[in-house]
């Protein structure tokens, strides 16, 4: 039988001890971490940011992006995944978050949503915003952790990478999927 323990993972994620920010006055982001059930193994949905952004070009990320004034994290990641591929909020069955994530050299704090999807869209890509996306079973992923040293403003921090499939997963992304791998305990 197998498959995916929907119910557990919002159980788990239900348990987990919120983490306050330390950042004085941060800007406020949300994304989706949306999770899908393939072949009976749990996947992640990751988008990979154009080379023209500004921001952190050509990184691999979850849809997601600044809080409008008024918007809770829900709201704001459920509109980004619409708004970057085209993931209806009526596909997403809100799970629970993960701890919030402070992006290095950026001022901005950022909640992940973690969302099952619960049935299959087509993804409709917006060019200006992701250059690419691709999923990645989170077992597979757990099996390629790496933690490398990261040099940013004179300041150097231990960051986790997992490579996949020519893709490269790191930085505040790279959190965030540790975060969820320890919640599923596939990482001590």
């Known amino acids: ?3 995916v323990d929907w119910p557990d993972l919002r159980a788990r994620l239900g348990r987990l001890p919120r983490r306050a920010s330390r950042a004085a006055s941060p800007r406020r982001a949300a994304v989706l971490v949306p999770l899908l059930e393939r072949e009976g193994a749990l996947v992640a ?3 990979r940011r154009p080379e023209t952004l500004r921001a952190h070009p050509g990184q691999v990320s979850f849809p997601g992006g600044g809080l409008h004034p008024g ?4 709201a704001g990641a459920l509109r980004e995944a619409e708004e970057e591929v085209g993931l209806p909020p009526r596909v997403v069955e809100p799970l629970g978050l993960l701890h919030d ?3 290095a050299g950026s001022g901005v704090v ?3 949503v973690v969302g099952r999807v619960t049935q299959d869209v087509p993804l409709v890509l917006d060019p200006a915003e992701v250059a690419h996306a691709f999923t990645a079973p989170l077992a597979g992923l757990a099996g390629r952790l790496e933690v490398r040293p990261f040099e940013h403003a004179g300041r150097t921090w231990q960051v986790p990478f997992f490579e996949w499939e020519g893709e490269t997963i790191w930085g505040a992304t790279g959190r965030v999927v540790v975060d969820l791998l320890r919640v599923l305990d596939l990482l001590e």
């Open 71 to 74: 918007e809770d994290a829900l």
């Open 45 to 47: 949905l990751f988008t």
């Open 1 to 3: 039988m197998g498959g």
């Open 101 to 103: 994530v402070e992006v």
């Open 110 to 112: 950022m909640t992940p």
